[in-house]
């Protein structure tokens, strides 16, 4: 099994910037892809960025593309989701997730809250 915590959320005004941690222990050998996803009441779970232990750069969605950088450090086994120039619409449940190679993330966070206020 992968534990996975995250930190970082909080309350922030638009245009404001946080950076979520998500650190994993356990079994971290078989994580290859770390991800993070969002949820607003009513709406269906996002996908918002994702990195491979091993690679460089990752993958975004559309609405974050931009202001949004995940990076990682393998020495600490932690993600991280810097996130610039905030919108309220980015209020949500940000989750970090786990996956091997192939399949679907299997390993979930407890979750952390980011409020962006207008």
């Known amino acids: 099994q992968v534990q996975l915590v995250e930190s970082g959320g909080g309350l922030v005004q638009a245009g404001g910037s946080l950076r979520l941690s998500c650190a994993a222990s356990?079994?971290?050998?078989?994580?290859?892809?770390m991800g993070w996803f969002r949820r607003t009441p009513g709406k269906e779970r996002e996908f918002v960025a994702s990195?491979?232990?091993?690679?460089?750069?990752?993958t975004y969605a559309d609405s974050v593309k931009g202001r949004f950088t995940i990076s990682k450090d393998n020495a600490k086994n932690t993600v991280y989701l810097q996130m610039d120039s905030l919108k309220p619409e980015d209020t949500a449940v940000y989750y970090c997730?786990?996956?091997?190679?192939?399949?679907?993330?299997?390993?979930w966070g407890q979750g952390t809250q980011v409020t962006v206020s207008s």
């Open positions: 997730a786990s996956k091997g190679a192939t399949g679907a993330y299997v390993y």
């Open positions: 356990g079994r971290t050998a078989s994580s290859y892809r």
């Open positions: 990195i491979t232990w091993t690679g460089g750069s990752g």
